[in-house]
């Protein structure tokens, strides 16, 4: 199995800076993936030294992307499919991150119907849980 945390994210994820909202994948399974990132400045989407709301909801988006690219490119030996948010359901957000804060991401699969999934997904800062949420992502 391949060290995800040596993964070049641009092979996973279709997104490019200064929307990029992932920067490693740092494990995954068919059933759990986790993520990590680490806001700054230079990122779209952040406000007063903070990452938005919609920031968080696109982070949790793009680490279920990660998720997907992995399995398209190093499971499935296939490009890198597009995915879409289909749905975000239950999003709660504690409070927002802030620049420079690294933020680790854990996407849990519920279900995969097709190309339809449906994922729980936390953010937290070290222990302490930021957002959660559960997306319904959909693949081209």
Avoid: W
Wanted: proline share 4%; aromatic share 8%.
């Amino acid at each position: 199995m391949t060290d995800t945390r040596s993964i070049d994210i641009n092979s996973i994820v279709l997104q490019q800076p200064p929307f990029r909202f992932v920067h490693r994948l740092d494990s995954f399974s068919q059933e759990e993936s986790v993520v990590s990132f680490t806001p700054g400045e230079g990122n779209l989407l952040m406000e007063e030294g903070c990452l938005s709301a919609a920031g968080v909801i696109e982070h949790m988006a793009q680490a279920n992307a990660a998720r997907m690219g992995y399995y398209c490119v190093y499971i499935l030996k296939a490009p890198v499919d597009i995915g879409y948010i289909g749905q975000v359901k239950d999003f709660t957000l504690h409070r927002l991150p802030r620049a420079g804060e690294r933020l680790t991401t854990t996407v849990t699969l519920k279900y995969e119907v097709f190309k339809v999934s449906l994922c729980d997904v936390v953010v937290r800062s070290g222990e302490e849980v930021l957002a959660r949420a559960t997306l319904k992502t959909a693949i081209k």
